[in-house]
């Protein structure tokens, strides 16, 4: 395995494990969250265990894991391509872990119905749409490990609204799209072509499918359509497909060449 993927799983393993910790201590314990069946459109099935009681919200994580694995094995220029620089490979795999990592940590939510794993799932949310922000600033300004671990931590604490507000998450949770959209139109402004807009384009539209049917889950229900494959289902296949664009948009991107390193030195 190369460095900088071992970097990429050491890293998301240790905010993901300060996530876990601080969970456990208790300092999210005045935080609202939805816990049990009644809060999904999908009916448990009865015999089948926890992990499997609602099937489709269940198996569909496993798409997570997948679609980490295949990022993280694969170059980001695509066959043929250039070597892939071992910077971007970094950004690359750090965002393919936490999509690996992300799977498994709604299944625990969708078969424990456990309030610690409902609030780890909110919680890690937050850092995947603030990477693609750091991405983009990589794009921009080139390799500025300070700002972007920065970044990072503002938005771990972010998650500290909830603690403020029922609606706390939701808040952070659109400041963090906003921002994400915001950046991405900005870098694929000064350095996208035909196929980088389209990508942007499906993953936004994705996006907007992952809130709006996760929110009409139940009512989405009473459609015939929607009553096995549920609402919540097809928001997790749209949130599986907005990660798989955005790894296409953002790989699809023009980098800014390296400054000398004199120029490096002054700044």
Not at 30 to 52: D, K, M, W
Not at 149 to 163: F, Q, R, V
Not at 192 to 211: K, Q
Request: glycine share 8%.
């Amino acid at each position: 395995m190369l460095p900088e993927s071992g970097q990429a799983l050491l890293h998301v393993a240790v905010a993901a494990s300060f996530c876990v910790a601080a969970i456990r201590a208790g300092v999210f314990a005045g935080v609202s969250v939805q816990v049990g069946y009644e809060h999904y459109a999908e009916a448990p099935v009865p015999g089948l265990p926890a992990g499997l009681a609602m099937p489709f919200n269940s198996l569909v994580n496993l798409a997570y894991v997948l679609l980490g694995l295949y990022w993280f094995w694969r170059s980001a220029g695509g066959p043929g391509s250039p070597a892939e620089p071992p910077r971007l490979r970094y950004l690359k795999n750090v965002f393919a872990v936490m999509a690996l990592l992300y799977g498994p940590v709604q299944w625990l939510r969708i078969g424990t119905q456990a309030r610690p794993a409902a609030l780890l799932d909110q919680w890690v949310t937050l850092p995947i749409f603030a990477w693609p922000v750091v991405w983009c600033l990589y794009l921009d300004r080139g390799w500025r490990p300070c700002l972007f671990l920065a970044i990072e931590a503002l938005s771990l604490s972010s998650y500290g609204l909830a603690l403020l507000h029922p609606r706390g998450f939701e808040v952070a949770l659109g400041a963090h799209i906003a921002a994400a959209v915001g950046q991405a139109l900005h870098a694929h402004g000064r350095r996208g072509s035909a196929s980088s807009g389209t990508y942007l384009a499906l993953a936004m539209l994705c996006c907007l499918g992952f809130v709006g049917l996760k929110l009409c889950d139940h009512e989405l229900a009473q459609w015939r359509l929607f009553r096995r494959l549920t609402g919540h289902f097809w928001s997790k296949v749209c949130d599986v497909l907005q990660f798989h664009f955005a790894f296409l948009f953002l790989t699809s991107l023009r980098a800014l060449p390296s400054p000398p390193a004199s120029q490096g030195k002054a700044q």
